[in-house]
């Protein structure tokens, strides 16, 4: 009962709303990705998961218990985002930031925190506003994993980061969580480079969740399947199918379901071809939909 | 108690600036003063003394308000964005109003009783609500000291509240509520006047005072626990 839970949450910001009657679980010590469009309304699910907003309508729990008003719960999540708020206190530097965040946070590990320092070469004595949006980005991604949080949340952890700092931060992000496991959510575009180290994805799209499984099992249900547009419909009429491309009399159908031997083999007799999709194709196609084509 | 005491500690961070701020603003204003002293006759000694208490006592008012915007502005969104436990933080926010009120107050206290006990013989106006502050009675003392707390509690509440409204719903409501106050305040002119000299209706201004200090410490609490960090 260690799991997070919206039921039926709306978050909406006068006439938009980000994120539109989700009912998700969200499963203790996993890596989650949460793959979306801008304005999909990724922010705004880690900031209601982080209680940085509050739901329009439904509710946020922890096994039982309500995350509004719960400082216990409050106090088990720390949002990473690529920048910090330092409207009023622009004196403060990186060092002065971590303190404040250590007092925050109550696993933090600031041996842990010294060694990240050295790992990015940040320099802690300079103020924040000077420092390099990367840098921003590393003063996240450290409070991120040092905070030690049972939830931890990273939003777009690679913004400004060249790809030396983000292979080392994908590497650290691996070992620390062998040794430390804890619930994570990465919120990203570039889905090919962090493909590896979910354990499950979701996608969203304006504010739904289109997609909620583990990465194995997107892996083996997702699909390109490619022949006679006709053909297709027919033998296609009971799979979810996300996205159709149609050329002539010809169509590319991508498929997120189930396929059994029998239909492979009946593919093969009927000369429909098929083959794997990755992850950042899928998304594409999911996001694409079906009806607008 | 340790994750709150950590989060006094995090919002002294950020009160530093104001601190630092208000303390050059009171020591420019006293050198000049003091200047008087040094180019001036005999008097000089005692107008500065003057000076001296009326400054720290304008100033405190005005710190205790910066503090309060500073608070709503500043440090309530960057510790919320550190997912800092907010009845924690609102407590502490309640908590360190009142703390500065009486700290403020007990230094205004000291300073103006010093400033016009009857050995140093000024002869300014030292009728407060009624009261004359330069009999150094204790009880006196006392009772200007707990009117004088309330006031300036109520004041940091309002000016949080404000704030907190500024900052959730945009600054032409604080522009809004700043007017509004200003004109009640020029229509109630006379009658504060009465009340701030010879406590006129004192019993009245301490029950509004009380109710009104409540309301906006229930609001704020309110609204610190349901902040929306969304920058």
């Known amino acids: 009962m260690d799991n997070w839970r919206f039921e039926g949450v709306t978050k909406a910001f006068e006439e938009t709303t980000a994120i539109d009657n989700i009912t998700l679980e969200i499963e203790k010590n996993k890596i989650y990705g949460l793959i979306g469009r801008n304005g999909a309304g990724k922010t705004t699910l880690l900031k209601l998961l982080a209680s940085q907003l509050q739901p329009t309508r439904g509710v946020i729990k922890k096994g039982d218990a309500f995350l509004r008003h719960n400082d216990e719960l409050t106090g088990q999540a720390c949002l990473a985002r690529e920048t910090i708020n330092i409207k009023g206190i622009l004196n403060f530097n990186a060092q002065k930031i971590f303190t404040i965040a250590s007092r925050i946070y109550p696993k933090w590990d600031n041996d842990y925190c010294n060694r990240l320092i050295r790992e990015f070469n940040l320099d802690i004595k300079k103020k924040y506003i000077k420092l390099s949006k990367g840098m921003h980005t590393v003063i996240g991604l450290i409070i991120g994993l040092a905070g030690r949080a049972p939830l931890t949340l990273f939003d777009e952890p690679y913004v400004g980061l060249d790809p030396v700092y983000r292979e080392l931060f994908y590497e650290l992000l691996v070992d620390d969580y062998e040794k430390n496991p804890k619930t994570m959510v990465i919120s990203s575009h570039l889905i090919n480079e962090l493909e590896n180290l979910f354990e499950r994805v979701l996608i969203i799209e304006q504010g739904k969740i289109l997609l909620n499984e583990d990465l194995e099992t997107i892996k083996n249900k997702a699909r390109i399947i490619t022949g006679d547009r006709n053909i297709l419909e027919q033998v296609l009429k009971n799979k979810r199918v996300v996205h159709k491309q149609l050329t002539g009399r010809m169509a590319e159908y991508t498929v997120l379901d189930t396929l059994t031997e029998q239909e492979l083999e009946l593919f093969k007799q009927r000369d429909i071809d098929y083959s794997s999709i990755d992850l950042q194709k899928l998304f594409v196609n999911l996001a694409k939909g079906v009806e607008k084509q | ?231």
């Open chain 2, 1 to 231: 108690m340790k994750i709150s005491k950590n989060i006094r500690k995090s919002l002294f961070e950020v009160e530093k600036i104001s601190l630092l701020i208000i303390s050059v603003v009171v020591l420019v204003n006293l050198g000049a003063n003091g200047l008087v002293v040094l180019l001036s006759d005999a008097e000089a000694t005692s107008y500065f003394i003057q000076q001296l208490a009326s400054n720290i006592t304008l100033f405190g008012f005005i710190y205790l308000m910066m503090y309060s915007i500073n608070q709503a502005i500043t440090a309530i969104p960057f510790l919320v964005s550190l997912n800092c436990r907010r009845k924690s933080l609102a407590k502490n926010v309640m908590f360190n109003g009142l703390t500065r009120s009486l700290f403020i107050t007990l230094i205004i206290i000291f300073i103006n009783a010093i400033v016009f006990a009857p050995e140093i013989g000024l002869d300014s106006v030292t009728g407060i609500i009624g009261f004359n502050i330069s009999s150094n009675n204790p009880v006196i003392l006392l009772t200007i000291a707990v009117i004088f707390c309330m006031l300036l509690y109520f004041i940091y509440s309002l000016t949080t509240f404000i704030s907190l409204l500024g900052v959730k719903y945009g600054w032409e409501y604080v522009l809004t509520a700043v007017f509004i106050i200003l004109g009640t305040c020029f229509l109630l002119f006379r009658p504060i006047v009465l009340l701030f000299i010879f406590g006129r209706q004192l019993n009245l201004f301490i029950f509004l005072v009380l109710i009104l200090t409540a309301i906006f410490s229930l609001i704020n609490y309110r609204s610190i626990v349901d902040f929306e960090y969304k920058y």
